[in-house]
């Protein structure tokens, strides 16, 4: 049974993608307070693509909420009523072209669960075709780096690569595949 009690809620922000809503509530321990919540309308989506040689792919882009360049696996966001491994099918080739035949999905997290419901899933891609890509209009700056599983992991154990589903997923394959 839920500990907190909600005494009112009002929305304070809506777009898109999210919605802050502020409630005013009663908390565990019987004491009034607030608390904001970030509710987002799509799924988050990793993921992982190896090729036979243990090869993967980064992408790199500005983010805006960090004002820092990026390189993080293939991701983005799914409707929230369609099944993750279409969307995950769907930005892979998006963002780099790439077609895999075996899917595997290797991982479910809530992203910041102290302040958000967004909902994260993560998948390996492997047995891969290239393709052509088809960035959306957000991800011009989008660079594809094919490089060694080794080095990505590398990036991760020294903190180059800090997106939280890139750090998930490629601890979670090199967990997988024994590395």
Partial sequence: MNPWQTL???????????QVVEHQVINPAG???IY???HFKSKAIGIVALDQDMNTW??????YTLNEWSWEIPEGGGALDTDPIESAKRELKEETGLVAERWTMIQRAYLSNSVSDEEGFLFLAEDLTQQESELEDTEADLK???LPFKDALQMVLTGKITDSLSVMGILKVARLKGL
């Fill in 8 to 18: 009112s809620s009002e929305e304070k922000y809506d777009n898109r993608w999210i």
């Fill in 31 to 33: 004491g009034k307070g």
């Fill in 36 to 38: 904001g919540k970030v």
């Fill in 58 to 63: 980064l992408v790199g882009q500005w983010r």
């Fill in 144 to 146: 594809v780096w094919k």
